[in-house]
């Protein structure tokens, strides 16, 4: 058989290869489908059922020794690791007008504000997806990693990662939407026994331009750089009015949700400075402040329970 007549029966219709290149491309077609709709791959979904049937208790997880110990005291059962991603493309941003400005500005960059915001949206509904097909009752550890890539100009990826689990007291209708939670297992449990349980991750982004004023521009591109101590007001606003943007859009989500509060929030700043010429090639430098805020929602679902004295708390020291 020549070389342009493999994967051909001897009739000339399609072999085994070319039937197995036909199936990969119609599961291709079908993930890429599924991934437009905001879902999951066919080959995830199908891991994670076999994990979430299993009767022999085998799992996978991303918790340490101690967590993994504490959820066996606490009866709660690790499932699999599940996760979501989404790489979005950032549209065209422009930056503001009237950098030389006497006053400065700071201007929220809505393109890439709402890029952020919605491959995290995104990113978080895979993971629930995920979450829903394990039948878990809760995810915890859930952790976020952003990125931005080179091999697309203006593209950032989101990928967000947590541990699947089955709760003591769980119900079909807490599989049917499971609570997400970026706190450890140890943390999970003592919200627990509290009487609290999580609502949901509540994160927001903020990306904000901050042009220097007169006195700013001075003070650091000018005759007075470096001559003395002195704040740079409108960089520590633009600071500010970053994370304030974020913060106040998680504490909106959280009241969406009926959170009674926010724990284990945390709050990312980065800064970069972008430096451009006016007429007469004079150097001017701005900054460019993103805020990432993340944290659990969290609303009273009981009422509080006696700690295990065995239980050991992320400091390592026991509670009575």
């Known amino acids: 058989m020549g070389l342009f007549g493999r994967g051909r029966g001897a009739d000339g219709s399609p072999g085994e290869d070319d039937g197995a290149a036909a199936a990969a491309e119609r599961r291709r077609e079908q993930d890429v489908e599924r991934v437009g709709r905001g879902g999951v791959p066919l080959a995830a979904e199908a891991r994670i059922a076999e994990l979430a049937g299993r009767t022999d208790g085998f799992?996978?997880?991303?918790?340490?020794?101690?967590?993994?110990?504490?959820?066996?005291?606490?009866?709660?059962?690790?499932?699999?690791?599940?996760?979501?991603?989404?790489?979005y493309q950032v549209g065209w941003q422009a930056f503001p007008w009237g950098s030389w400005s006497s006053g400065g500005r700071i201007v929220e960059l809505t393109q890439l504000t709402e890029a952020w915001n919605q491959a995290r949206s995104r990113a978080l509904r895979r993971l629930a997806e995920e979450a829903r097909a394990a039948q878990a009752d809760a995810v915890v550890d859930v952790s976020f990693e952003r990125r931005e890539h080179?091999?697309?100009?203006?593209?950032?990826?989101?990928?967000?990662?947590?541990?699947?689990?089955?709760?003591?007291?769980?119900?079909?209708?807490?599989?049917?939407?499971?609570?997400?939670?970026?706190?450890?297992?140890?943390?999970?449990?003592?919200?627990?026994?509290?009487?609290?349980?999580?609502?949901?991750?509540?994160?927001?982004?903020?990306?904000?331009?901050?042009?220097?004023?007169?006195?700013t521009q001075q003070l650091t591109t000018g005759w007075q750089r470096g001559t003395a101590n002195q704040e740079l007001a409108d960089f520590t606003q633009g600071v500010y009015s970053a994370r304030e943007n974020a913060l106040g859009r998680a504490t909106s989500a959280a009241q969406a949700l009926?959170?009674?509060?926010?724990?284990?929030?945390?709050?990312?700043?980065?800064?970069?400075?972008?430096e451009w010429e006016s007429a007469g090639s004079r150097r001017h430098e701005d900054l460019i402040v993103t805020a990432h805020v993340v944290g659990t929602a969290i609303a009273r679902h009981g009422a509080g329970a006696p700690l295990d004295p065995r239980v050991i708390v992320r400091q390592g020291a026991l509670t009575r």
Do not use: H, K, W
Not at 61 to 70: E, H, N, T
Not at 165 to 179: E, F, I, W, Y
Not at 262 to 274: A, E, K, L, N
């Open 59 to 87: 799992f996978t997880s991303g918790l340490s020794v101690a967590d993994f110990a504490l959820t066996r005291l606490q009866r709660v059962q690790p499932i699999c690791q599940v996760m979501g991603s989404s790489v």
């Open 258 to 274: 009926g959170a009674e509060g926010v724990v284990g929030t945390q709050v990312d700043v980065g800064i970069q400075v972008r």
């Open 150 to 215: 080179a091999f697309v100009d203006g593209a950032v990826e989101v990928v967000v990662n947590g541990t699947a689990v089955r709760l003591p007291d769980g119900t079909p209708q807490m599989r049917a939407a499971p609570r997400l939670s970026d706190l450890s297992a140890p943390d999970f449990t003592l919200l627990r026994n509290a009487g609290y349980g999580p609502a949901g991750v509540v994160a927001a982004t903020s990306v904000v331009y901050v042009s220097a004023g007169a006195m």
